[in-house]
């Protein structure tokens, strides 16, 4: 492994976890959004780097653009950027921090006691996840997730304008004549 | 490079959603934080794709992301609903159920 991609890994994995600390720590909704901005386009080259194409731009329209854009637009909308900060439960900051760190030490420890030897990642070529493959895999084999995922997508459509039309008028206009 | 880069920055993301969930009570930014989860759980799936060659977890990562930007619909519309009724998204004022 030559030293520069030594030195690109380890500036991606700064930025990367950098940015999702500054989301969890700034008290200002508006810049936690734009923290996570930052933090998926730092994703999206680590998927570009480990030869994913097709998911690094879905990741860019998808995340970084439609997903934050409607988190930045409600955020506006509501202008609740910003909450008084006190702590409900006594210390109980610390506590989180530190089921954390065991979290953390947890997932070490299984990824250097299981029985598994794990090489290098192996390089791949641009024809191994090029969007025709990708294409090809979702429409034939694929293809009934497909279909669910796009009648979720039509439903939570459904549901997100059900849930913020404002109250019918009809439902007022029958209770006055049932007076 | 190393398979267990790729796992250990997708654990420190995923522990600091999980983080975030705990710590917040803006409703907004534990949805953030939901967000960082899925991105964490991405990245696995994207790095054992390429680690076994075989495409299937490229796949699984679009359809987490279509799952995904349904859910964030469905819960920002819950958020200004809330909103409507209590005139804040503090997640400690949101007790009406509570017995």
């Known amino acids: 492994m030559p030293v520069i991609g030594t030195i690109f890994y380890a500036f991606l994995a700064i930025v990367a976890v950098g940015s999702a600390l500054g989301m969890l720590i700034n008290r200002n909704a508006i810049y936690s959004a734009l923290f996570l901005v930052l933090n998926f386009a730092t994703v999206a080259v680590l998927y570009l780097a480990l030869g994913a194409p097709f998911i690094a731009l879905s990741q860019i329209t998808v995340y970084a653009g439609a997903i934050m854009v409607l988190f930045l637009f409600v955020i506006t909308l509501l202008g609740a950027e910003k909450l008084p900060g006190y702590e409900p439960i006594k210390g109980h900051r610390i506590v989180a921090i530190g089921l954390a760190f065991v979290f953390i030490a947890e997932l070490v420890l299984f990824f250097f006691f299981r029985n598994q030897v794990t090489g290098p990642i192996p390089l791949i070529g641009p024809e191994f996840a090029s969007p025709r493959n990708i294409g090809v895999l979702m429409f034939t084999e694929y293809l009934l997730p497909f279909e669910v995922v796009a009648f979720i997508l039509l439903s939570a459509t459904v549901g997100a304008i059900m849930l913020t039309k404002p109250e019918r008028k009809s439902t007022t206009k029958l209770s006055q004549q049932q007076d | ?99």
């Open chain 2, 1 to 99: 490079m190393p398979l267990g880069y790729f796992l250990g920055l997708s654990a420190i993301m995923f522990t600091v959603g999980v983080l975030g969930v705990i710590l917040r009570r803006n409703a907004l930014v534990i949805f953030m934080s939901l967000e960082l989860m899925f991105n964490a759980a991405n990245l696995v799936f994207v790095t054992y794709a390429s680690y076994y060659q075989i495409l299937i977890g490229q796949i699984f990562v679009f359809f987490v992301m279509a799952v995904a930007a349904a859910e964030v619909a469905v819960g920002l519309a819950l958020m200004v609903a809330i909103f409507r009724t209590k005139h804040s998204i503090d997640i400690d004022q949101m007790s009406s159920l509570k017995g």
